[in-house]
């Protein structure tokens, strides 16, 4: 599968980069690490006429922590930089442990942490090569009109497979977004559409240039996990994020003050779970409480029949690895 013909445009500065897009907006597509878009390109999802290649931006790169607290992340920024960054670790374990759990060592050093944010979604009909689809007939994400997993449907269900935007999620991340007429923030958890094919709140003349994590969400445990056909190099077919605080000492010592979780690989958007905290608050975590906060994850998730895994399969998995996820995260709590 050849890669199709382009033009590459190598910009040195943010604001080149955003002329640039602006101009040639629709005919452009934006190459982070490259690791996501270079196979879609082979598979002829993608046949731009420009690619802008963001890497020798440095502006778009490194964690630098805030005088206020908090942290901010450019969005060129390694996900290999973030899984080895002692700052990250030691305040915000989840995203670490996400990161470090994407693929495979070479594209982590590659793959970065916009990238993952602005992933497409995946689907068995969709990632595969221009033979291969227009045997099948096409489908609504891509040069048809028909959607073979959820047939006589209209909505495509492809599904978002990334694995740092629930940690991100879990964390009340913020990112901003950048065009040649100015920039915005927008929490990330507004940024999904939910819909398989228009996946993300992003105009074709914009740029993600970076993540925040507020100060106050700094210092709760983390446990992510993730469900794969193999060890590694493979996207998550469910995935769960969990982030826990726990009362200081005294008559509630050993409870839970706050938790989030969030969900992902088993629906278009990654998902927080709602009512996760009203659930756990105040409460001493035990296996009952943490399979409440199972049944509560599975109920949101829509997996369909877009990857080799059963739908049922993802579905049972989000609800095991929840339950697994809240009890580890309590465990952590108790040894710190
Ligand atoms: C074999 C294999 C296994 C993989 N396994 C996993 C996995 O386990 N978990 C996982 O999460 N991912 C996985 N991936 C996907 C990918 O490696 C990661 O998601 C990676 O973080 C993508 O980042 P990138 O910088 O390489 O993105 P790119 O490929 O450069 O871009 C991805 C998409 O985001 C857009 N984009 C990138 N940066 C920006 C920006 N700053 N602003 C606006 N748009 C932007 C691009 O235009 C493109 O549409 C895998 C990929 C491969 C090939
Ligand atoms: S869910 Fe349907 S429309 Fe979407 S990529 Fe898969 S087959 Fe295509």
Known sequence: MSLPDFKLLRPRSIQVALDSLSHHTGNVRVLAGGTDLIPSMRQKLFEPEYVLDLRGITALRGIKPQPEGGVEIGALTTLRAIERSDFLRQHYPVLTEAAANVASPVLRNMGTIGGNICLDTRCLWYNQSLTWRKGCGFCIKKDGDLCHVAPGGTKCWAVFSGDTPPALLCLNAEIEIASASGTRRLPLRDFYTGLGDDYRKLQPNELVTRVFLPAAS???????????????????????????????????????????????????????????????????????????????????????????????????????????????????????
């Open 218 to 336: 700094a210092d709760y445990h983390g446990v992510y996990r993730k469900l794969r056909v193999r060890g590694s190099i493979d996207y998550p077919l469910a995935g769960v994020a969990v982030v826990m605080k726990r009362s200081p000492n005294g008559n509630s010592g050993g409870h839970v003050a706050d938790v989030r979780i969030a969900i992902t690989a088993v629906n278009p958007a990654p998902l927080l779970v709602n009512g996760a905290s009203e659930l756990l608050a105040g409460k001493a975590v035990d296996q009952t409480l943490a399979e409440a906060a199972g049944d509560l994850a599975a109920k949101i998730c829509k997996p369909l029949t877009t990857s080799a895994l059963t739908p049922e399969y993802r579905r049972e998995m989000i609800r095991v690895f929840t339950k697994r996820a809240v009890l580890a995260a309590a465990q952590i709590a108790d040894r710190n």
